[in-house]
């Protein structure tokens, strides 16, 4: 990587430790209560059935519902752990050398730095709502929480990819993360109906809650395994292709 690429790391990694150290100092100092261990619980659970991105090491899954909710009940800081915890579950840790514990150590700022702004934004927005917020209160700020998490996090492993493979950012983000915000918004909108009609976790939530992230990860799985047989076709044929033009230039 070049200097102005490690700079951007090293940069992204320090902002995320201070926003993972002062929301651990806030749930330390202001504590929520116990239930918010539930959602990490659920976060984690959900987080371990990821999907592989077909054309970069990154993988997505279907916890942000729960994240969303953690936003929603338990504020910006219990959020933003369960955020950082459940990246290092969807990031794989080697021992093949540096590389791949620096870009955990990246992944988890980024996420962890993304859910903490977006959150702040919710609770900016929320401030002019009513108490306890209805479902029209929670609409505008809930749907600027998953545009702002999303961005913030797709556009700063966007510009990594990029440095790493001498690409333009603007590209690989529409390449590979401009339809994964469909799973933000899915999950936005099932935490949303969970914290205005329930406010709180119980069996009869999750009764509900789990058959829609399985269709929705199902869903998910099947498209992006047909995408990377797609991809695998593709590269055999120019494979195939290359062949030819070697042999026929032999000749």
Not at 35 to 62: H, Q, Y
Not at 104 to 119: D, H, K, L
């Amino acid at each position: 990587l070049s200097f102005g690429a490690r700079l951007y790391i090293a940069t992204v990694v320090a902002v995320g430790a201070y926003v993972i150290g002062t929301s651990a100092y806030d749930v330390v100092v202001h504590p929520t209560g116990h239930e918010w261990l539930w959602l990490a619980g659920l976060t984690f659970l959900t987080g371990s059935f990821s999907i592989k991105l077909p054309s970069i090491s990154a993988r997505i899954s279907v916890s942000e519902t729960f994240v969303f909710a953690a936003v929603l009940l338990f504020g910006p800081s219990a959020s933003t752990l369960i955020v950082a915890f459940d990246t290092l579950i969807l990031t794989s840790w080697t021992h093949g050398g540096d590389r791949p514990r620096v870009g955990a150590m990246f992944n988890v700022s980024a996420g962890s730095t993304a859910i903490w702004v977006g959150a702040h934004v919710f609770q900016l927005l929320l401030h002019a709502t009513s108490t306890p917020p209805e479902l029209e209160d929670l609409l505008i700020p809930v749907s600027l929480l998953a545009t702002t998490y999303f961005a913030i996090n797709s556009s700063l492993i966007a510009v990594a990819v990029a440095c790493e493979r001498r690409l333009s950012p603007i590209e690989v983000w529409k390449n590979n993360f401009i339809w994964i915000g469909l799973n933000y918004v899915g999950g936005a909108c099932v935490a949303m109906l969970l914290v205005t009609y329930r406010q709180r976790i119980d069996f009869t939530a999750l009764s509900v809650i789990v058959p829609l992230l399985v269709i929705t990860y199902l869903t998910f799985r099947t498209s992006l395994g047909r995408l990377e047989d797609a991809n695998r076709h593709i590269a055999q044929v120019n494979s195939l292709y290359l062949s030819t033009i070697e042999t026929l230039a032999m000749a």
